[in-house]
Each structure stands twice: as C-alpha cells, then as structure tokens.
C-alpha cells in the first residue's frame, strides 16, 4: 500500500520541484546572500512585503524533511481543517493535501502575496491531483485570513513574512480547535511568537525542532 504522498505523480513532482528549488534560489538569491547578515535582517524585518516581491522568482520551500513531518501530522491529526501562511509554489501544500487526501478529505486555506505565485502553486496541486483540497487566496495573510475562516482549525503553517507571526496567530487563536497543531519555520527570526507560545498561561506546548540545517517550531494548543 502506498500513500499518496509516495504516488507516482505526487513523488515525481516534489522531486522535480525541489530539485528546481535548489538551483532556481540559488541564482535568486544570491545577491541577497552576498549582503551582510545585519542587512539581510534589516530587509526581511523592515520591509518583508518588498523582500518577497525582489525575490518572487524563488520557491524558498520547507525542507523535505519538514514537508514528512507536515504529511505525518496532519494524517496523525486526523486534520480537516488546515490553515496554510505563506503558498509560493506550493511545495508545502502539495504535502499537506496528500495528507488530507489520504486522511479522508477535507480543506487547506492557503494564502500568498504574489499572484504568479499563486498560479504556480496551482498548476503544481493540479499536476498532483490534489487542486480540490486547496483553497488559494491571494493578498496579505492579515487581511485574507482575517474573514471566512472556520472554526476548528486543525493546524497552522507559518512559513510567511516573520514580523506577521504573532499577529496572525492573534488572529487565528480564537478558531484553533483544542489540540490544534502550529508549525513555525525560521522561527528564530520571530522571536515574540515563540515567547507567546512559551507563555503556560497562553496553554500550548512547544517543542523546537532540532534540526541543524532549519529552525522550527512545533506547539500543540493543550489548554
Ligand atoms: C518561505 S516562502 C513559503 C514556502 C512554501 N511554504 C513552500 O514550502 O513551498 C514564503 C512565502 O510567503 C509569502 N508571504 C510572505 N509574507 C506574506 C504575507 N504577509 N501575506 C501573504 N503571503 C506572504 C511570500 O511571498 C513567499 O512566497
């Protein structure tokens, strides 16, 4: 028995999309990766909306490692109901898709700034077969998850824009069902959302992963 994440076409896929993400950022990116790291920081803090737009040709995808564990948790889940910050080209959403393919269905809201973007992930869910799971919404996640969202979330992504971490969990506590799941990646660049989760009071438990290529963070809200 093979899951759909292991299925010819959603394989073959994600092989040929990481493969290209390698070598696409590494063009993309490397006039951002010359600068100095306080530059590189000041950019992506001060004005996140037009770092993503200078390097809207790169997917700057989850690791292949973080894509499985987002498979396994939503399939452990049992998740309907997933809320993903930050498309691209939909490396991470193909993964979260087959999870909820092979859990039995249900939706993924996804939401991206870059329109050309969001037509790329949409040909990527389509090639995979997955598009139906998938709805994309185009502009700032502040705004795009701010209305029409369920209650009873299952799990988060975060994988936009850092400074948007804390306020977009603001706004999406009130929606997350008990023990909803939240991912973080680069989430040592988003400092005040880890110390929110790390609050007892605020009722999650965080796990960071220790991972040393990647920086992620893993909460459960337990209360
Ligand atoms: C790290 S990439 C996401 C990678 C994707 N999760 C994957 O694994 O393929 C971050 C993306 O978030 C988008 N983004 C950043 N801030 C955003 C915001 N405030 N609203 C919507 N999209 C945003 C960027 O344009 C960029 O494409």
């Known amino acids: 028995m093979t899951t759909t994440l292991h299925s010819p076409p959603v394989a073959s896929l994600l092989t040929h999309l990481f493969a290209d993400a390698r070598k696409t950022d590494a063009a993309v990116l490397a006039p951002f990766s010359a600068l100095p790291a306080e530059e590189r920081r000041a950019r992506l803090d001060n ?94 996640a502040l705004e795009t998850l701010r209305t029409d969202v369920p209650d009873g979330i299952d799990l988060v992504l975060f994988d936009g824009a850092k400074p948007l971490y804390l306020p977009l969990l603001r706004l999406l506590e009130p929606k997350l069902g008990p023990g909803a799941l939240l991912v973080a990646d680069n989430v040592k660049m988003s400092p005040a959302f880890a110390a929110h989760l790390a609050r007892p009071e605020h009722g999650y438990v965080t796990v960071p992963l220790p991972w040393e290529d990647d920086d992620c963070l893993f909460a459960v809200r337990a209360a």
Do not use: C
């Open 47 to 140: 004005d996140p909306r037009a770092f993503y737009a200078s390097v809207a040709e790169a997917y700057l995808p989850v690791s292949e490692k973080l894509g499985q564990l987002l498979y396994a948790l939503t399939r452990a889940r049992r998740a309907r109901t997933v809320v993903e910050f930050g498309t691209s080209f939909g490396i991470s959403t193909v993964h979260l898709a087959a999870a909820l393919r092979d859990g039995g269905g249900g939706r993924i809201i996804t939401t991206e700034y870059e329109a050309s973007k969001v037509r790329r992930a949409k040909e990527h869910l389509t090639q995979a077969g997955l598009v139906d799971l998938v709805e994309f919404r185009v502009g700032d």
